[in-house]
């Protein structure tokens, strides 16, 4: 190469040495302002808090009970989601938004889809409704599809599927192994009495 001509290299280095305009890839600006759909996830999310901190409270201590007791790690886990959202909620006000990975497949600027909130919202509204109603494992399965629909999953059978068989192990694990007690339906616990 004649030294009067330019290295390719060189001219498409920026500032850091990277190699931004050969990709066509240029850093994005920082992303200013406050985004709705980030402000009504620390809404939810201290609403969260308060209801197990505030719930926590109805559980009963049985007389033979340590010094922590059953309602320790509920208040636990309480106030560590409510500290969450506090200090969220001040990030998201102040107008911080945290930067995309260069591998994200997403555009942070996109607007919330509210639809999608919305089916995931009555998807946990709905297994709570259920669990007594139908069991665990059922309600579960429930909510894991229409949780998997809402954020783009294709086809009915896989996500139910995938659902049913988590929610079977996990509800045999915490129920037959630990002993908490969560309802199964009639058919779940009949086909499980034997253990």
Same mark, same amino acid.
């Given at each position: 190469?004649?030294? /009067?001509?330019?290295d390719p290299?060189?001219?498409?280095r920026? #500032?850091?040495?990277?190699?931004?305009a050969?990709? /066509?890839r240029?850093? +994005? &600006?920082p992303r200013?302002?406050? @985004?709705r *759909? %980030?402000? #009504?996830?620390?809404?939810l999310?201290?609403?969260?808090?308060?209801?197990l901190?505030l719930? #926590?409270?109805?559980?009963?201590?049985?007389g033979s009970s340590?010094t922590?007791?059953p309602r320790f790690?509920p208040y636990?886990?309480? #106030?560590?989601? $409510?500290?969450? &959202?506090l200090?969220?909620?001040f990030r998201v006000?102040? *107008? =911080?938004?945290?930067?995309s990975?260069?591998? %994200? =497949?997403i =555009?942070? =600027?996109a607007?919330t889809?509210?639809?999608?909130v919305?089916i995931?919202?009555?998807?946990?509204?709905?297994?709570? $409704? $259920?669990?007594n109603?139908?069991g665990w494992?059922?309600a579960?399965t429930?909510m894991?599809?229409?949780? +998997?629909?809402?954020l783009g +999953?294709r086809g009915?059978?896989?996500?139910l599927?995938?659902?049913?068989?988590l929610?079977?192990v996990?509800w045999?694990?915490?129920?037959k192994?630990? /002993?908490?007690a969560?309802?199964?339906g009639v058919?779940?616990e009949?086909a499980? @009495?034997?253990?």
């Open positions: 190469m004649s030294s /009067g001509s330019p290299d060189v001219s498409t920026d #500032a850091t040495g990277s190699h931004a050969a990709t /066509g240029h850093p +994005a &600006a200013t302002g406050v @985004s *759909g %980030e402000l #009504a996830m620390v809404v999310l201290g609403a969260l808090g308060l209801y901190l719930d #926590a409270a109805n559980i009963a201590i049985p340590n922590i007791g790690f636990l886990v309480g #106030a560590v989601v $409510l500290a969450t &959202a200090a969220l909620g006000l102040r *107008g =911080d938004r945290g930067p990975d260069d591998s %994200e =497949d =555009d942070p =600027d607007p889809s509210w639809g999608a919305g995931i919202a009555v998807a946990f509204l709905g297994h709570a $409704l $259920l669990i109603v139908v494992p059922l579960v429930l894991f599809a229409l949780v +998997a629909w809402a +999953a009915v059978v896989r996500p599927l995938a659902g049913g068989v929610s079977v996990v045999i694990v915490f129920v192994a630990l /002993g908490v969560l309802p199964g058919l779940l009949l499980t @009495s034997w253990f």
